[in-house]
């Protein structure tokens, strides 16, 4: 620094000058060398790029000549770049390359630089000059660069447990001032320890200043880490102060052994049986998965070398058992129990059976399978409630029956089997008449049994075939009825005629004159009726048995009263007489009055004889 009594003698040379004639070099260096009065330094932040604006911060003093800026480097000398005086309008700018067409210098004196640069970071002086009194105010510019977006480049294909490899390399390009780059797994910091090794180097570009920052990983993966995400973030500073800039997140393949196999058996349904197709998936736990496992089969010496899957076609009950796989080394291995459930029906006699009506038919419909089934029947597509049992064969008895099974845990496994039963018999043939209410008329009916069903015709005597004039009621269970409508004007004989492939029977009723009175016969319209009628019979015989006999106990329990007192017994047992006489007289009626039905009975067919002679 120079003494006062330099700057002294530099003003005073200043001074002859003409006061448009700029200071020499030596002075203004001079100037500048010595303490002057200032606001202090001040501190500029500016971005890579932008404009530089530096503002002289100086009052401008009285009596100012000129201005100029300069730049000063630690340990070199001073450069001007600008200067612009007080009283033209012109302004110079000094020859200096790095700022060629990059310098504006306004009339206040504020000097801005285009397209910041790293090399701009300097210390640059604004000096105003007076006839007596140069003023100077430095202003430090900083320049910052946002570094790029960190990025992870040349990742590993694969990581490998208990094995340290370079996971990939972090780099951060062209930022400034120089930034730092950190690891992340899992959003937890990476630091150098066992199993994590870290690496960073960093390059400058000369032409430009900029810092390029690369960071390398090494790590060594457990099992857990086949889900972790890895990132890196690079820290800097700009403009504002303290910044970080994050990567995309990298999630690494890690390989590692198989500890666990397993089997699986697949099937088309929960459960497996007869005929069905199934699958065995054999898996590890490793990665990369095993590709290839032993199979072991129920029945087979020897295990089936095979990929992931083995398929079994069409299995059978003898294939259940203990399935099983493995790795080919056969250091693990794991099984499972299969059950191949089936149903098997068996029903004698089946098909289709033809039996003699009051024969009897043993049934038998047997079940055998993996689990307790379901049977049931069925006639006629009817369900029935309980199993079929026929020790005397009825034509109602006939029908299709279905004997059917089925595994209630087992979804579509059914069996069913059918009989047809077929009960023939020879025609049966009874015959009945009736007479009109008001007796113009008389229906004969002929009730025929028989299977197949039989053809039945009607002839009279002296008259022919009436066989257009039958009407048929419905074939039910191998009963039907054909009648007739006849007011015959004489006693007549009819003839019914029922037959079938078995044989022909024939039954003859003689028929009064419709002006003859005569008893009917009662009239069997369908089985179920007759059947009703012989219930009401039996139960109307029961009744007077019954009757019968409580008049009998009474009746003795009287007379063993009636013993003490002997005149009233006396009395008791006249009457009892009377009682049983009557009794027998009563029957003796009835049995006359059938004859007499019988004895008019052969007179009717005398009297045809005679007529067709």
Not at 339 to 359: A, C, F, N, R, W
Request: net charge neutral.
């Amino acid at each position: 620094m120079e003494t006062p009594s330099a700057a002294a003698s530099c003003r005073r040379r200043r001074r002859r000058r003409h006061p448009l004639q700029p200071p020499s070099l030596l002075c203004l260096l001079l100037f500048a060398l010595c303490p002057q009065p200032g606001l202090g330094l001040y501190t500029l932040n500016t971005v890579y790029g932008d404009t530089i604006i530096l503002p002289c911060r100086i009052e401008l003093p009285d009596g100012l000549m000129f201005g100029r800026w300069k730049y000063e480097i630690a340990n070199r000398p001073s450069v001007f770049i600008a200067f612009r005086s007080a009283t033209k309008t012109n302004v110079h700018y000094d020859d200096v390359s790095e700022y060629k067409d990059r310098l504006t210098l306004l009339a206040n004196y504020t000097l801005s630089i285009s397209n910041a640069r790293i090399g701009d970071e300097k210390r640059f002086v604004c000096m105003l000059v007076t006839e007596d009194n140069v003023y100077e105010e430095p202003t430090i510019v900083k320049v910052f660069k946002q570094p790029s977006q960190p990025t992870i480049v040349n990742p590993a294909t694969f990581l490998e447990t208990e094995q340290l490899k370079l996971l990939g390399e972090c780099i951060s390009k062209e930022g400034y001032p120089e930034g730092n780059l950190t690891w992340y797994k899992n959003g937890m910091v990476l630091k150098p320890v066992e199993g994590v090794v870290i690496n960073e180097q960093t390059n400058v570009d000369e032409a430009s200043g900029l810092y390029t920052v690369i960071s390398s990983l090494e790590y060594m993966p457990t099992k857990e880490d086949k889900k972790s995400h890895f990132t890196c973030t690079m820290t800097y500073y700009g403009p504002t102060g303290r910044e970080t800039i994050r990567s995309e997140s990298v999630v690494f393949d890690v390989h590692y052994p198989t500890e666990k196999v397993k089997i699986q058996v697949i099937s088309e349904g929960n459960t497996i049986k007869e005929g069905d197709n199934i699958t065995l998936r054999c898996s590890g736990n490793g990665n990369p998965p095993p590709e290839e496992f032993l199979f072991y089969i129920p029945g087979e010496l020897e295990p089936i070398r095979s990929s992931r899957i083995h398929i079994l076609s069409d299995v059978r009950r003898n294939a259940s058992g203990e399935y099983g796989c493995s790795l080919t080394d056969k250091s693990l291995a794991d099984s499972t129990l299969v059950t191949v459930h089936y149903l098997d029906l068996s029903l004698i006699p089946s098909g289709t059976v033809t039996k003699q009506i009051g024969e009897a038919l043993p049934v038998s419909c047997t079940v055998s399978s993996s689990r307790n089934a379901t049977l049931f029947w069925l006639k006629d597509n009817t369900r029935m409630r309980s199993s079929p049992s026929f020790s005397n064969l009825h034509y109602k008895d006939a029908g299709n029956y279905i004997c059917e099974t089925t595994l209630q845990e087992v979804e579509g496994l059914k069996k069913r089997q059918t009989l047809t039963l077929i009960v023939e018999g020879r025609p049966q043939i009874k015959m009945s008449k009736k007479t009109s209410s008001d007796g113009t008329f008389k229906t004969i009916s002929c009730h025929v049994e028989g299977y197949p069903k039989p053809a039945v015709q009607w002839t009279a005597a002296g008259i022919g075939s009436l066989i257009n004039k039958a009407k048929e009621t419905k074939y039910i269970d191998g009963k039907f009825s054909s009648k007739i409508i006849i007011a015959p004007e004489e006693n007549v004989t009819l003839t019914c005629t029922a037959e079938n492939q078995l044989e022909r029977t024939i039954t003859s009723l003689n028929v009064s004159a419709i002006n003859i009175p005569e008893s009917d016969e009662p009239d069997e319209r369908n089985n179920d009726n007759r059947e009703n009628v012989n219930d009401q019979a039996k139960l109307i015989v029961g009744i007077v048995v019954g009757l019968l006999l409580a008049a009998l106990v009474a009746g003795v329990a009287y007379w063993l009263y009636m013993k003490k007192s002997k005149d009233v017994h006396g009395e008791s047992e006249k009457e009892a007489a009377q009682n049983i006489q009557n009794l027998p007289r009563t029957a003796s009626k009835h049995v006359d009055k059938d004859l007499g039905n019988l004895e008019e009975n052969k007179k009717l067919e005398e009297n045809n004889h005679k007529s067709e002679a």
